[in-house]
C-alpha cells in the first residue's frame, strides 16, 4: 500500500539531496518499510561514505558511521554482538561495489544474519560524477569523458548476478526506481528482505537502481528516461536469488 504521510524513521525535513535524486526516495522506501514491520527503535542504520551517507540527517533511530567500503564489516559485529537487532547498511556502487568490494562478497559469502540496501547510481556522486565500477558502457563520467570505454576500464559490475552465485545468500534482487511499478516492487523487496533477517535466515541484498542528476548533467526526468533506455537494460531488475520463496 502507498503511503501518504512522513514515516516515523524519518525526522520532519528535506533529505539534503539534490533535486531530482532518487537516494531520497530509496531512503523512503526503507524508512517506510521499517515502519510498517515496527523495527523503528530496533533498526540500526550502518552509513556508509558518498552521498548515500546523506541519508543520515534525515534518519530517526540508531546509527553508526563506518568507512568508505567497510560498512559490511561493521554490520557483521553488530549483528553479531546484538542478534535481535534489524541492521541494514546503505551504500553506493563506489562504496560496495569499488572500495568495498572484498567486503561484501565476504560479508554475503559468509551468509551473515543482515540486509544490504545498494544504491546503484553509476557514478561517484559526492567526489563530483567519477567513473564507478557500474558506471555503463558509452556512458560520459569526469574520468570517461568520452563516455567508459570497456577496452581501458572493463564492462560495469553486475552485482546481484556475482552475489547470486555465492552459496549462503537468501535474498539477492533489483529494482528500478524511475517507474512507479518499480518503486511499489522495491518497496516490498525491501521489506521482504528485512523480514528474511528478522526470522535469522541470513544475507539479503536490495540493489535499487537510482540517478544523478547532477553529476550525469541531465534534468530529473530526463535521467528517468534515460534510465529506461540504458540503465534499466542492462541492470535487469528482477528477483535473482530466494531461497526461502514465498510471496513478496
Ligand atoms: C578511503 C577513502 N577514499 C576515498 C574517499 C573519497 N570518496 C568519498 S565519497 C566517494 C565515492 C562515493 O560514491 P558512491 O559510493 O557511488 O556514492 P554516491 O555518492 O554516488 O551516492 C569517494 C571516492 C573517502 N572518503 N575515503
Keep these: 500500500m502507498p503511503s501518504y504521510k512522513r514515516p516515523g524513521a524519518l525526522l520532519p525535513m528535506s533529505t539534503g539531496y539534490c533535486p531530482g535524486c532518487l537516494h531520497g526516495l530509496a531512503t523512503r522506501l526503507v524508512a517506510d518499510a521499517i515502519e510498517e514491520l515496527n523495527q523503528q527503535k530496533n533498526a540500526i542504520n550502518v552509513v556508509s561514505v558518498g552521498c548515500s551517507a546523506l541519508n543520515l540527517y534525515s534518519w530517526c533511530g540508531d546509527d553508526i558511521g563506518a568507512a568508505h567500503g567497510r560498512a559490511p ?4 559485529g553488530i549483528k553479531r554482538c546484538l542478534p535481535d537487532r534489524l541492521v541494514f547498511t546503505y551504500q553506493g556502487d563506489g562504496d560496495l561495489a569499488a572500495i568495498g568490494l572484498a567486503e561484501i562478497m565476504s560479508a554475503a559469502n559468509r551468509g551473515e544474519n543482515f540486509t544490504v540496501i545498494f544504491a546503484n547510481n553509476q557514478t561517484y556522486g559526492m567526489t563530483g560524477g567519477q567513473m564507478a565500477p557500474t558506471t555503463l558502457v ?20 553486475k552485482m546481484c548476478e556475482l552475489i547470486s552465485v555465492l552459496e549462503a545468500p537468501v535474498f539477492v534482487a533489483r529494482y528500478a526506481l524511475n517507474s512507479p511499478k518499480g518503486v511499489m516492487d522495491a518497496k516490498k523487496g525491501i521489506k521482504k528482505a528485512f523480514e528474511l533477517q528478522l526470522a535469522g535466515k541470513g544475507f539479503t541484498f536490495v540493489e535499487l537502481l537510482t540517478n544523478c542528476p547532477t553529476n550525469w548533467g541531465m534534468s530529473p526526468l530526463a535521467t528517468l528516461d534515460y534510465m529506461n533506455t540504458n540503465t534499466v537494460p542492462y541492470f535487469v531488475p528482477g528477483v535473482y536469488k530466494d531461497k526461502e520463496g514465498g510471496k513478496q
Excluded at 73 to 76: G, P, Y
Excluded at 138 to 156: A, C, F, H, I, N
Design 138 to 157: 558509452g556512458q560520459k563520467s569526469t574520468t570517461t569523458p568520452y563516455g567508459r570505454d570497456p577496452v581501458t576500464t572493463g564492462y560495469p559490475l
Design 73 to 76: 564489516a561493521v554490520a557483521t
